[in-house]
């Protein structure tokens, strides 16, 4: 039965793991769709803990589930089969995607190529926290809270600081109201120090790695520019699997193969050790008041920090008119059919990009 359990949870999360487009939120409704309808392995109950679970801990959320639902159908096995039957071609993928991208910056004109594409990662941005605002900004004073966490990233007050900083303060709050509720050699252990800080601080979405890998990789070090950062969101969204694959094309842009190895495990070791520590303590975090009230604080810091996230990509996307009409164009196809994919908005920003670099 054992060996049966592992062999299904490898199909399983393989499965998704080459078909899963669209972001955490899509991931975790495929998951939901195959874990619980399908094959019955947990009720909705349950499932609904565990997606609360993830909130609590740093890392990808969508990740953290299949991690979640390993670990409850085959054990500590099963844990590390869905999760790396999950990433593994994601990563993949995007490595491959790497280094054409690094053969291609080779050639003056490649980025010209690129264009399209920062304003549709703007534009995924925009969605997201258009999803999670009605989830975290119950009411004015979680949006203060936003508020006060874009206000620090405007700042330069790091990432990490800035949204523990502000879940520490509306806890704090709501404890005395009472309420409940171009490429660079880097060497391979920095990189993967980097992306280990990363994956060990990074809540909430995927999406607001953005604005981690502008603060470490960026500003802090100076390894790459906003522009590449940018390019390698638009890469992470566009092959399928958890956004944070987008780790796999920044190693190799800094290290090689062995970079972009040392950054995938980098950012996903967390995420692993997290979900095996925290798994049995959920049905007892599930009745706690104080992990209650962080999460809700935290959940509103996110959204300030994702906002603030669209600054350093909005100063790369709108430097000419090919950004803004891309940007004002795939705003429309929002607005006409709000259920298109991300794939296909990437798409869109690929093609376009090459069109305007062509007759513009």
């Not at 039957?85 to 054409?100: D, V, W």
Request: net charge positive.
């Amino acid at each position: 039965m054992q060996v049966y359990a592992l062999t299904e949870i490898l199909k399983l999360f393989f499965t998704l793991g080459v078909s899963a487009f669209g972001g955490p939120a899509a991931h975790i409704a495929m998951i939901h769709r195959e874990v619980v309808e399908k094959r019955k392995w947990m009720k909705d109950e349950h499932f609904l803990d565990l997606i609360g679970a993830t909130s609590l801990i740093p890392g990808p959320n969508s990740t953290e589930m299949v991690i979640h639902c390993g670990f409850h159908r085959g054990g500590v096995p099963g844990l590390f089969i869905a999760g790396i039957s999950f990433i593994f071609p994601a990563c993949l993928l995007t490595g491959l995607l790497a280094y054409f991208y690094q053969l291609g910056i080779q050639y003056p004109q490649f980025q010209g190529y690129l264009i399209g594409i920062k304003p549709i990662v703007i534009i995924l941005i925009l969605q997201a926290i258009k999803k999670l605002w009605a989830k975290a900004i119950k009411d004015l004073e979680y949006a203060l809270i936003a508020g006060v966490v874009f206000v620090m990233g405007f700042l330069g007050v790091p990432e990490a600081f800035a949204l523990l900083g502000g879940g520490a303060l509306g806890l704090v709050y709501f404890r005395l109201k009472g309420k409940l509720s171009q490429t660079k050699s880097v060497d391979i252990l920095s990189i993967f120090w980097v992306f280990t800080k990363i994956g060990s601080i990074l809540f909430g979405s995927g999406y607001v790695l953005i604005a981690y890998l502008q603060d470490e990789i960026v500003d802090q070090r100076a390894w790459l520019t906003s522009a590449q950062i940018a390019d390698a969101v638009a890469i992470g969204q566009f092959t399928p699997g958890p956004v944070l694959s987008t780790s796999t094309f920044i190693g190799y842009l800094l290290g090689g193969g062995w970079g972009a190895m040392a950054s995938s495990v980098g950012i996903f070791l967390p995420s692993f050790l997290f979900v095996w520590f925290l798994n049995p303590l959920i049905p007892k975090m599930r009745q706690s008041r104080f992990f209650s009230e962080l999460l809700d604080a935290i959940n509103a810091g996110a959204i300030g920090l994702m906002a603030y996230a669209l600054l350093p990509l909005g100063k790369v996307a709108f430097t000419g008119i090919e950004g803004i009409l891309i940007f004002i164009i795939a705003g429309v196809m929002i607005w006409i059919f709000p259920k298109i994919s991300s794939l296909k908005l990437v798409a869109f920003g690929l093609a376009s990009g090459a069109l305007c670099h062509h007759f513009l």
